[in-house]
Each structure stands twice: as C-alpha cells, then as structure tokens.
C-alpha cells in the first residue's frame, strides 16, 4: 500500500498498489491514518501494544 502527501506531509490518500509512481508517494506503515502526518518511524505506543499483544497479555 502507499500513502499519498500534500505539500504538509499529510496524507490525502492511501492507494492498493505496491510501487510508487510519483514524488509524493511514500510506503504505508499501519500506524498512519488519513488526514494526519505521515511517519515511517513507529511510535513507541504503537510498538509497546504490538508487544503486549504478541505476548498473549491483556490491559485491565
């Protein structure tokens, strides 16, 4: 998947497709959303989730 940017580094657009065709495409990481800044750093919440989970370990 890719991400499409405006000027900001927003993403406007998350296209199905596998190789980038312009400037302004980045690779999609889940931890984007549309409408926010794109990041191909995972951030930390995220990466301390996906551990919990992959433990078997639930938050109360």
Partial sequence: MIC?????????????VDITTADNER???P???????YTD???FDYAKNRYINAAG???C
Avoid: M, T
């Avoid at 499409?4 to 199905?16: E, F, H, Q, R, S």
């Avoid at 931890?31 to 800044?37: F, G, I, S, T």
């Fill in 27 to 29: 690779q999609y990481y």
């Fill in 57 to 59: 370990a639930r938050i």
């Fill in 4 to 16: 499409v940017l405006n000027d900001d580094n927003k993403i406007i657009n998350i296209l199905n």
């Fill in 31 to 37: 931890w984007n959303r549309l409408w926010e800044q």
């Fill in 41 to 43: 750093v995972e951030p």
